[in-house]
T-cell receptor, first 113, second 112 residues
Framework: GDSVTQMEGPVTLSEEAFLTINCTYT??????LFWYVQYPGEGLQLLLK?????DKGSNKGFEATYRKETTSFHLEKGSVQVSDSAVYFC????????????FGKGTRLHILP | EAQVTQNPRYLITVTGKKLTVTCSQN?????MSWYRQDPGLGLRQIYY???????DKGDVPEGYKVSRKEKRNFPLILESPSPNQTSLYFC???????????FGSGTQLSVL
């Protein structure tokens, strides 16, 4: 069945560093791809999405590009801030909408001032 | 304001004492779901509901019950809680197709 693998954390960076969180998936067909973020003490919220190959999702300075050839959707940010400290979840949504969204295990990000 | 409301936020109970965690959404969403979040295991789905009176098991349904008598409410019931159900629980809802899930703020449950 469909599955997702994202890099394990925690990831610790200094403020203004470049961030990459890797995510790869296996799926039948072409799922929609999402990144969700969970700030401390809160529920998950949608960060960005891409619904077809080569689409780039972006929000709050974060970007991710739907790479069909490598089945990847890596999350990037050019200059992280302390407020970006959170847990990030990669989540493919299968083409068959009777199937459910799949969440990766999450990557905890710590940004040091 | 569009939101998913869970109660309580924190709950400490003892083994075997029945409890209910409530979930309500004000967005008229058909789809609702319960997840548990555990360290190293990420988010796992317990039960979900595609619409009123329609519920299905997720990946880890054992020890839980749900009901969907009204569109807005989707309570999670633990008939006889055990310590291995100590976890952080989230309710979520979306329109059909699941393009964007809205999550509650979570319920931290401790079963002693």
């Amino acid at each position: 069945g469909d599955s997702v693998t994202q890099m394990e954390g925690p990831v610790t960076l200094s403020e203004e560093a470049f961030l990459t969180i890797n995510c790869t998936y296996t799926a039948t067909g072409y799922p929609s791809l999402f990144w969700y973020v969970q700030y401390p003490g809160e529920g998950l919220q949608l960060l960005l999405k891409a619904t077809k190959a080569d689409d780039k999702g972006s929000n709050k300075g974060f970007e991710a590009t739907y790479r069909k050839e490598t089945t990847s959707f890596h999350l990037e940010k050019g200059s992280v801030q302390v407020s970006d400290s959170a847990v990030y979840f990669c989540a493919p949504l299968p083409m068959n909408r009777d199937d459910k969204i799949i969440f990766g295990k999450g990557t905890r990000l710590h940004i040091l001032p | 304001e569009a939101q998913v409301t869970q109660n309580p936020r924190y709950l400490i109970t003892v083994t075997g004492k029945k409890l209910t965690v409530t979930c309500s959404q004000n967005m008229n969403h058909e789809y609702m779901s319960w997840y548990r979040q555990d360290p190293g295991l990420g988010l796992r789905q317990i039960y979900y509901s595609m619409n009123v009176e329609v519920t299905d098991k997720g990946d880890v349904p054992e020890g839980y019950k749900v009901s969907r008598k009204e569109k807005r409410n989707f309570p999670l019931i633990l008939e006889s809680p055990s310590p291995n159900q100590t976890s952080l629980y989230f309710c979520a809802s979306s329109l059909p197709g699941g393009e964007k899930l809205f999550f509650g703020s979570g319920t931290q449950l401790s079963v002693l």
